[in-house]
Structure formats: C-alpha cells, structure tokens
C-alpha cells in the first residue's frame, strides 16, 4: 500500500470516453489514430481525469503496434513509423497532463476480448519486444500489461519487460478460477509472484468482478488492483456498451473494493471522469 494507506486512483477509459465525445474510432486501429490526428482531445480526457482526481494517467497506447497498423493495410515499414509515432504521442500526451504517475499501457497482441487469437510466441515476442523498446526510449519507468487474457502472451510479454523498475499486470477473466483464455489463475498466481509489482483486474463486469475478488484475495497477497467495465453485459471488441452499471451500483461496488485495501482502483470501459470523481470522493472518505 501506499504510505497514505488508501489506493491510488487509475484514470478511466479513455477510447469509449473519445467516442462519446463524438470520435470516431474504427478498428482495427481503435483509438490509436486519435493520437496523431486529434491529440488536442486525447489531452482534454487526460486532463479531465486528472482534474476528476487520478493519480495515475495510461497511455493511450492499446494499439500503437506494428502488428496492428500492418493489420489496418500499411506497409511493413510504414507501420512500424506511424506506430511508433502514435506511441510517442501518446506519450506526449500523458505527459501534458501532468498526472503524478504515467503508466505506458500494452495490451494483448490481438483483440483482448478473443484470446484464442494468440498468434503465437515469435509475433508476441517481436511486437511486445518492440513496444517495450519504445516505451525505454521514452523514459517511461512503469508498464501496465492491460486486458490480458491468455497465459503465455503473459509469460511472453512480462518476461520481455527486464528493463522496467515496475511491472503491472491486469487480467480478463472468463469466471473465478480462469483466465479469458480457459487458463487456470492458479498458473497466473504462481508466475506473478516473482515477476509483477501489482496484480489487477480490469474490464471485467462489476458482477464478474464481485464472483471472482474472494478467490484472487485468497490466492494473492501481494499489491492488487481493480478497474471493471461498465457493461451489464459484455463488451463489444471496440469497448462500447449499451447497457451499463447505474451510478448507485458503481458507487457501492468501488466503496466495498476500497474496504478491502487495494493498491490502485479505477474503472475501464465505459466510464468517464464522472466516475473517476465519484472513486475520489469514496478514497477521500476513508482518508481523513
């Protein structure tokens, strides 16, 4: 824990918040392209959660990959440009923020909502390494492993992050005892203990979160994490949602996930700095 003794505050989402700001994300690049052609409004949702209370910024970075840009039809070696160009702008914005931390953000390779699309240890390897050598050559000192589903793309991806002070893995989870890939979280227990800093889970529903938060308290002990999606139902692969958690809800769920001591809380898809101020207002209550 922090040495305030309540958990730090992750921003929110930040390509569903681009969206219901009037952006248009398409896939398979997302809200990559917003870096370049709409910085000025990837900063404005920054901004706004850092005003809204979080302490920490992620960069915008889900999918600033090669792979990805090649998957949208550039070139090989103009994918690998405007990827990384997109990185470091996404970098750039974090920064502009002015958040107390900047955590550079890597997801899963393929659509993190489908697992099975694991294109096996070489691409992970290339893609991942990569990723991880832009973030060095940006400075950046934490990395988030987000939305990650799939036990060797985790073994692959945190493994490859030796020149990182601080590792954070977050995992999607298909019920209590798995990984959305079918992997048992045993697995993941037993291979984060010496390897990541802090455990999380993310964009999972809060009622997916609520069934499965005994067994990982139970199996984990070290810095833990929580940040679930808004959907009643799940998401679609671009993060958007029709029928979401009321405010009433979300407000009771994050005050009992606060009870239990995290060491970071936010939410993913779906929220907003609307809800990133609600989580302030709960942490300010169990501080004073």
Sequence with gaps: MPANKYPLILDGALGTELMRRGLKLPLPLWSAEANITHQKDVISVHKDYVKA???????????STTWTYKRAGF???????????????AIESAY??????IAGSITSIEDCYQPSLFPGKSVAEDSMGETLSWFKEAGIKIILFETMGHLEEIKIAVRMAVDFKTKWLSIILKNDSRLLSGHNLDD???FSKSEVDCLLMNCNSFEKTNASLPNFLNQWESD?????????????????????????LFSENIDNYIKKIPFIIGSCCGSSPIHTAMIKKHVQKYSN
């Design 53 to 63: 209370g979080a302490d920490i910024i992620t960069t915008n970075t889900f999918r």
């Design 75 to 89: 070139s090989n070696k103009r994918a690998t440009e405007r990827a990384k160009y997109s990185l470091m702008k």
């Design 96 to 101: 502009q923020s002015n958040p107390s931390i």
């Design 188 to 190: 993941v227990f037993k």
């Design 224 to 248: 833990w994490g929580v940040y679930p999606n808004l959907g009643i139902t799940e998401p679609e692969p671009d993060g958007t949602m029709d029928l979401k958690i009321s405010d009433k």
